[in-house]
C-alpha cells in the first residue's frame, strides 16, 4: 500500500488545502478515533439531557418531519428517521464487514471461525438469560435482546490505546466476534422484535431483492441504480412492519466480494494508458472518452463491497453514529432510573453475563477440540477482551429503542452507558495486569 500511495503523492501536485485535508484524513483513518468521537458526543448528549437546557434538547429530536408524494405522505419524527432512515446505511456497512468476513476473513474458514462464533454464542446467550432471570416476571422482560451486542468501535479504540501489548489474536479474535455479535442482533431484531407483518408490503420487499439480483446477473455497475433499489426496498420493509434497517443489511449482504476485472485486462488497460498520454494526441480523437473508459476500469479492479465500505466507513463513524449517539444517549439521570430493575438487569447483562459466556463457550470449545486459543492469548488476557466486549452501547440502544418504550425506556439506557462505562474500565484494568511485560514489572 505504501508505494501507490507514495506514487500518487509524487504524480499529483500539493496545493493549500492538503496542508488541512492531510491530518483529518488521518485521524479518519484510525479506527480507534470513531470510539473518541463518539465517546465525545455521548457526553455531550448526556451533559445537555441534564442541564437547564434539556427540555428544548430533548423536544428538538421530535419534531415531526414528513415525506410526501402525490397523495401519498411518510410522517417520521427527527429521532425516528435517525433510527430508521439513517441507520439504515451503518446496517448496510455491517452487511458488508459480514460479507467481507465471510468471503476473505475469519469466518472463511471453520476452523478458524469456530472460536469467535462460539465466543459470540455464549456472549449473547449468557446475556439475555441473565436479563431474564431478573427480568421474566417484570415490565421490561421483552429487553432481553439490550445487552446482547458489542459495540465495535469502542472496543477498538480501548484495544488501540494498549498499542502492541495486545496480541494480534486477540484483536482478530474480537473483532470477528463483534461482527458474528451483530448478526446475532440483526436476527433478534427481524425474529424478536418484528410484531404485526404487512404481507403484501414483505412481498414487494422481498419482489425488490429479486430486483437487485436481477440487475446484477445483468452487469448493471450503476451504483446510483442500486441506491434507488435500495431506498425502494427500505420503504416496503418500513410499511412491512419488519424494521427497515434490514433492508440494509440485506443488500450488504447482495454485494459482490470480487472484483469485475482480474488482472489480465488490467495490464492491457495500463499498457493503453501509456501509450494513450505518451502517444500523438492528435491520434486521439476521442481522449475524454478513453479517459473515462480507463478510469471506469481501474475502478473495476477493487470489489464493489470493499470499495463501498470503504467510501462509507468516515461517513458512518464521524457522522451517522455519533448523529446516532446524540438523539439516543441524552437521558436525565436520576437515583430511580440508576436503581430501577430494569438497568440492573441490563448492567448485569453486560458486566457479568458478556465475559461468562464468551470465556465459558470458548474453554467449552477448545476442550473438545473443535478450536484452539490464538498464538500470544492466555485465559486471563481473553478474560480482560471478554469484559471490554461488554461494551454494548450503538446496538444495545439502538435495541432498546425496539424492545422498551415509556419510563423503563430512560432505565433501559442508563443501565447500558452506566454497564458499558463499568465493563471498559474493567476490561482495560486487566489487560494492564495481564499483558504487563517483565520490564514493566522491573520498572
Known sequence: MAGPTKTTQRVLPRVPIDRLAEPLARFMNIQASSGVVLLLVTIVALGLANSPWSEPFLDFWHIPLTLAWGDHALELSLHDWINDGLMVIFFFVVGLEVKREIVHGELRHLRQAMLPVAAAVGGMVAPAAIYLALQFHGEGRSGWGIPMATDIAFVVGCMALFGSRIPRGLRVMLLTLAIVDDIGAIIVIAIGYTREVDLSALALAVGMMAVVNAAARLGIRSILAYVVLGVLMWFFFHASGVHATIGGVILGLMTPAKAYLGEGPIAQFMQELHELFHGDTAETPNRMAEVRRLRRAVR???????????????????????????????????????????????????????????????????????????????????????????????????????????PLLPSAKIGILVGSAISGVLGMTLLVVFTRRPNDVQA
Open 300 to 406: 473495476e479492479t477493487v470489489p464493489t463491497s470493499e470499495f463501498l465500505e470503504a467510501t462509507l466507513h468516515p461517513w458512518v463513524a464521524f457522522g451517522v453514529m455519533p448523529l446516532f449517539a446524540l438523539a439516543n444517549a441524552g437521558v436525565t439521570v436520576s437515583a430511580d432510573d440508576l436503581q430501577s430493575p430494569v438497568a440492573i438487569a441490563v448492567m448485569a447483562g453486560l458486566v457479568l453475563g458478556k465475559p461468562l459466556g464468551i470465556v465459558l463457550a470458548s474453554w467449552l470449545s477448545v476442550r473438545s477440540g473443535l478450536a484452539q486459543l490464538p498464538a500470544g492469548v492466555t485465559w486471563s488476557v481473553l478474560f480482560g477482551g471478554a469484559c471490554l466486549a461488554g461494551i454494548g452501547f450503538t446496538m444495545s440502544l439502538f435495541l432498546a429503542n425496539l424492545a422498551l418504550s415509556g
